[in-house]
């Protein structure tokens, strides 16, 4: 089984807001080149890392993930604090 993270960073800022933001991630398999080598990679909204996601503190956010790999996947996310079993790392803590 083919497993991959990929790391998104949230971050907070200022007081409520009175709606809702939302985000939308796709994943995807995407060859991509770093330092002048192409591999295949999982990518969200076509980049490595994902996308930096910034709401306020106290926002109660709505995160859509649709995965298009051809496996399940997880997320792993950097500034938001779960509990483990939501948080891991995929078939070890965390179900894909």
Do not use: K, Y
Not at 21 to 36: D, F, H, K, N, Y
Request: charged fraction near 15%; hydrophobic fraction near 45%; charge should be neutral.
């Amino acid at each position: 089984m083919r497993t991959a993270l990929c790391a998104l960073v949230l971050l907070w800022t200022g007081a409520a807001r009175a709606t809702a933001p939302e985000a939308t991630l796709v994943v995807r398999q995407e060859v991509v080149e770093i330092a002048g080598v192409s591999a295949p990679a999982m990518t969200f909204n076509g980049q490595i890392p994902g996308p930096t996601l910034r709401w306020r503190l106290g926002d109660l956010a709505r995160i859509r993930v649709h995965n298009e790999m051809d496996v399940a996947t997880s997320v792993h996310w950097h500034g938001l604090l779960l509990p483990n079993r939501e948080d891991g790392v995929p078939g070890l803590t965390t179900p894909p």
